[in-house]
């Protein structure tokens, strides 16, 4: 995960710096990142419990979604946290070190679904700052 991250953060800063952004490289790369995330991230329901890792992916996606609409209409890409793409990506990339070291699943359960709520909170965050609402 710290690696898939690391190389995104690469390509969109070689993009911006070499002049070489173009729109359909644009959604290319949101698509490719929506997809990336989740094929990563569902194998955790093997691991833990499938209901706070589909939940999770699922929010994942609406999260980003909200963001890249609010770009499409009001041409304002929302990032508002307190979960984005590399808040996502360090949770699982820590998950995936704890199972490593044999801790068990109820605290990575716990983990996740605190992860879920948050990513629920940024989902909120986002839809609320993209259309000035405050609820």
Do not use: C
């Not at 190389?7 to 070489?20: Q, R, T, V, W, Y």
């Not at 609406?62 to 890409?77: K, M, W």
């Not at 984005?84 to 990506?89: L, N, T, V, Y």
């Amino acid at each position: 995960m710290f690696i898939r991250m690391a190389l995104n953060a690469i390509d969109g800063m070689l993009a911006k710096e070499h002049n070489m952004k173009t729109k359909k490289g644009a959604m290319l790369n949101e698509l490719a990142d929506v997809v990336s995330d989740a094929m990563l991230y569902l194998p955790f329901a093997f691991l833990i419990n499938p209901i706070i890792v589909v939940l999770f992916v699922v929010v994942s996606i609406f999260t980003e979604f909200i963001g890249i609409s609010s770009q499409a209409v009001y041409d304002d890409r929302r990032y508002d946290g307190p979960m984005g793409k590399s808040d996502r990506a360090f949770v699982i990339g820590f998950i995936s070190l704890l199972f490593a070291f044999g801790l068990s699943s109820m605290l990575l359960n716990i983990i996740l679904a605190t992860a879920l709520v948050l990513a629920v909170l940024t989902m909120v965050n986002r839809w609320n700052k993209a259309n000035k609402w405050i609820f």
